[in-house]
């Protein structure tokens, strides 16, 4: 079992930047691919971007915005958002796989997530 708990979301104004943070606890491995995932109230979960090993996926509504990192020794996934949009308003989950990938049904593991919201 995995356990993630996402952190840092919070009211941000257009332009701005914000760092979200996923912290695994349990039985852990580097080997998961660590995923970003976004949702708004009446759409679909959606990708943001994934990490995994060394190389890094992201979708084209958040590539060259926003970048996924990792620090192995905190056991923690990183997701910088830089000039953030309002419509990047959501809430942020991540999520770990043994498969990775942009759909959401290959990963096992979800954090509770945390709300973003970048204000005009």
């Known amino acids: 079992q995995v356990e993630l708990v996402e952190s840092g979301g919070r009211l941000v104004t257009a332009g701005g930047s914000l760092r979200l943070s996923c912290t695994a606890s349990?039985?852990?491995?580097?080997?998961?691919?660590m995923g970003w995932f976004r949702q708004t109230p009446g759409k679909e979960r959606e990708f943001v971007g994934v990490?995994?090993?060394?190389?890094?996926y992201y979708a084209m509504s958040v590539a060259g915005r926003f970048t996924i990192s990792r620090d192995n020794a905190k056991n923690t996934v990183y997701l910088q958002m830089n000039s953030l949009k309002t419509e990047d308003t959501a809430i942020y989950y991540c999520?770990?796989?043994?498969?990775?990938?942009?759909?959401?049904?290959?990963?096992?593991?979800w954090g509770q997530g945390t709300q973003v919201t970048v204000s005009s």
């Open positions: 349990g039985r852990t491995s580097s080997s998961y691919h």
């Open positions: 999520a770990a796989s043994q498969i990775g990938g942009a759909n959401q049904t290959a990963y096992k593991y």
């Open positions: 990490l995994s090993g060394p190389s890094r």
